[in-house]
Nanobody, 122 residues
Framework: QVQLVETGGGSVQTGGSLRLSCAAS????????VGWFRQAPGKEREGVGI????????SYADSVKGRFTISQDNAKDTVYLQMNSLRPEDTAMYYC???????????????WGQGTQVTVSS
């Protein structure tokens, strides 16, 4: 069983930065990918970006490309989401998830963290 814990959320003003962390108890051999997702009130959960655990390659949603960066520290079993140039529309609960398939499709991920709130004020 993989347990994921997100930390690092908070409140910032427009243009500010935050770094979220996703610490895993251990990534199983079936968890090829770690994805970051977010969900704003009244909206569906959407993919922010993913990192392939094996080679560290990443991909991002168009809405965050150039502003957000995902990285990993394999020694700590931790994945990071660095968020720069934050905008009010980035306000959401942010989740990390691990699964066998690298995609932005929520059902592809079988392990989820509890989420951490990010609020960006104008």
């Amino acid at each position: 069983q993989v347990q994921l814990v997100e930390t690092g959320g908070g409140s910032v003003q427009t243009g500010g930065s935050l770094r979220l962390s996703c610490a895993a108890s251990a990534y199983s051999h079936s968890s090829n990918c770690v994805g970051w997702f977010r969900q704003a009130p009244g909206k569906e959960r959407e993919g922010v970006g993913i990192i392939r655990v094996g080679d560290g390659s990443t991909s991002y949603a168009d809405s965050v490309k150039g502003r957000f960066t995902i990285s990993q520290d394999n020694a700590k079993d931790t994945v990071y989401l660095q968020m720069n140039s934050l905008r009010p529309e980035d306000t959401a609960m942010y989740y990390c998830a691990a699964g066998p398939r690298c995609s932005d499709y929520v059902p592809d991920y079988n392990y989820w963290g509890q989420g951490t709130q990010v609020t960006v004020s104008s």
